[in-house]
């Protein structure tokens, strides 16, 4: 059977002729070169994959707060001013700053998004006190805390002590907490006069400078010493600091508030062993010098510091820097810009916590840009792990893509 | 230049045969001359890493591109009636010819056939030609004689008797 059938089959396919294709071996070598390019091309597509995924999967998890969009909140690069109504509910989570508006609203700014609220708070005082005291006063009306989940400030309240005589008078500090909204009075120290400066200590108290003896009519001439108390805001139990302004972690070494509005080539500072560095301007930013307030220490050395500088100056006008304090060798200073712009207001209170820790490279970004973060956020805003899964699958479809086109070329 | 003078003396030597097996693969003349093209452009594309036999690598691919050309026609197609239904034996004229016969078995039943009696491969090579066990040739080759014979009853001679 099979020798016929082998025969019969061997007949018909003889009717079959053939004639060679010349272009045969030259179409089988360009589908090669296909073949390799698509291939090159998958390799390429691989590696930048895997190599993206990687770069994401190493990179610095940023060099503080500011840096990233955190849980803490950042310092926002740029401090807007209030457009919405006045916030009561007082729960608004922790700020990043807090300032008093020329009109002597107090204002909030949300930690978390960049939102300036203005707030209404308990027994703040009136813009007519704010006004009567602008003269003495060397601080904020506002002390945000280090990290920002408190602020503090005088309940500081007007009275006719004599017919024609109006006298502002200090009968307790405030605190509020921001997770809660709710707000406790808090005893003053001794010397019950109204605070020249508040702020926080990293212990978590209040400090405050005040005078040293009581006086009712104070005046550039017959200015009182002035000394430092800490209240502890929960017991209210207070002692007098050694140094005044706003004294460093380590309590070796204190920025006092400045008593006037003269600009200064350099800042000074008190210890304890009553040396009292200066801590020199840079002359090429401040050739005619700047008025420079302390509003926290960032860190043992580090301080912010507000400075009003005058026309001629590298950023004239209100800006925040962070400068070396003067008991760190020379070698180490380092003087930076950390905001350049800040509103209108009565001074400036910063929640200094989430100042970034410096690490010594140019580049590094001490503020957060808000206006950015609310854009629809990129692929590299999604999670790590989501977005290897979402790289190692357009890989796949990737090569599929590219095998199906090389099995449709070739 | 070498591989060029290669490719083309091989293609000199063994396109005819080439041709009479994509024939019978196909039951198509012009399909079969498409056939051996496409074979010989992947041989061409691979031919230097085609270290044995250039003909074995050739014949394979037809194998399997025939398999997988059936595979996209067969939607297109309209389905025969009556599609293993003898002519009827009255009618002498239609009755179909081994080349007919053959055109109605699957492609993989018609390869088989080919293969084993056509190229004179053992079931264990026509397995190994096809890439399917041993079983599956036999079975197969069982089921084209079988339909062999029922398309066409007048081929018994040629194809062995009713089992």
């Given at each position: 059977m099979s020798t016929d059938l082998r025969e019969e089959l061997d007949a018909l396919a003889r009717t079959q002729s053939f004639s060679p294709d010349p272009s045969v071996w030259d179409r089988g070598r360009r589908a090669r070169r296909r073949t390799r390019v698509a291939a090159g091309a998958a390799a390429v597509a691989v590696v930048a994959v895997v190599a993206g995924a990687g770069a994401l999967a190493v990179?610095?998890?940023?060099?503080?707060?500011?840096g990233d969009v955190v849980r803490e909140g950042a310092i926002p690069s740029r401090i807007t001013e209030p457009d919405g109504p006045v916030v009561?509910?007082?729960?608004?989570?922790?700020?990043s700053v807090a300032y008093v508006a020329p009109d002597g609203s107090p204002v909030l700014v949300d930690a978390t998004t960049g939102e300036a609220h203005a707030v209404e708070l308990p027994d703040f005082p009136t813009p007519e006190v704010i006004d009567r005291d602008a003269e003495l006063r060397?601080?904020?009306?506002l002390a945000l805390s280090p990290d920002g989940r408190r602020v503090a400030y005088p309940t500081t309240q007007d009275f006719?002590?004599?017919?024609?005589q109006v006298v502002n008078q200090t009968a307790w500090y405030r605190v509020v907490d921001?997770?809660?909204?709710e707000s406790d009075l808090v005893d003053l120290p001794?010397?019950?006069?109204?605070?020249?400066a508040m702020s926080w200590t990293t212990d978590g108290e209040i400090a405050v400078d005040v005078f040293g003896r009581p006086t009712s009519r104070p005046s550039a001439t017959n200015l009182p010493p002035t000394i430092s108390w800490t209240i502890d805001?929960?017991?209210?139990d207070s002692s007098s600091a050694p140094l005044t302004g706003l004294t460093a972690p380590g309590k070796g070494i204190s920025a006092p508030f400045p008593t006037d509005d003269t600009p200064v080539r350099a800042v000074p500072f008190e210890t304890a062993t009553d040396t009292d560095p200066d801590r020199a301007l840079p002359d090429d930013l401040y050739p005619d010098g700047a008025v420079v307030t302390p509003v926290g220490?960032?860190?043992?050395?580090l301080l912010v510091v507000e400075v009003d500088a005058p026309v001629g100056?590298?950023?004239?006008g209100a800006h925040l820097a962070l400068m070396t304090s003067p008991?760190?060798?020379?070698?180490e200073w380092t003087y930076r810009i950390l905001l350049r712009e800040l509103p209108d207001s009565l001074g400036v209170s910063l929640a200094?916590?989430?100042?970034p820790d410096l690490d010594?490279?140019?580049?590094?970004?001490?503020?957060?840009?808000f206006d950015t973060a609310d854009e629809p956020p990129a692929p590299?805003?999604?999670?790590l792990s989501l977005f290897i899964g979402l790289a190692v699958a357009a890989a796949i479809a990737v090569l599929l893509a590219l095998r199906w086109l090389w099995r449709r070329l070739s | 230049m070498t591989d060029r003078s290669g490719f083309d003396g091989f293609v000199h030597a063994r396109g005819s045969a080439l041709a009479r097996t994509a024939y019978l693969l196909t039951g198509d003349h012009h399909l079969a001359e498409d056939l051996v093209q496409a074979a010989l452009v992947q041989a061409a594309k691979h031919w230097e890493r085609i270290h044995t036999s250039p003909e074995a690598y050739v014949r394979r691919a037809m194998y399997h591109q025939n398999i997988s050309w059936w595979r996209r026609r067969k939607l297109a197609e309209s389905p025969l009636e009556s599609y293993d239904a003898p002519v009827p034996?009255?009618?002498?004229?239609?009755r179909l010819t081994l080349e007919q016969a053959l055109r109605r078995l699957t492609p993989r039943q018609r390869t088989v056939l080919v293969l084993r009696?056509?190229?004179?491969?053992?079931e264990v090579q026509t397995a190994a030609a096809l890439g399917i066990s041993g079983g599956a040739v036999k079975s197969m080759t069982r089921q084209a004689l079988q339909r062999l014979r029922v398309l066409a009853p007048e081929l018994a001679d040629l194809v062995g008797a009713d089992a």
């Open positions: 990179r610095p998890s940023g060099i503080g707060p500011a009561t509910d007082l729960a608004i989570g922790p700020a060397r601080g904020p009306w006719e002590r004599e017919p024609g921001l997770a809660s909204g001794p010397y019950r006069s109204t605070p020249l805001p929960v017991t209210g220490w960032a860190d043992d050395s100056s590298y950023v004239e008991d760190r060798p020379e070698s200094v916590d989430l100042v010594g490279t140019s580049s590094q970004e001490l503020t957060h840009d590299f805003g999604i999670e | 034996a009255a009618d002498p004229t239609l009696y056509f190229e004179d491969l053992t």
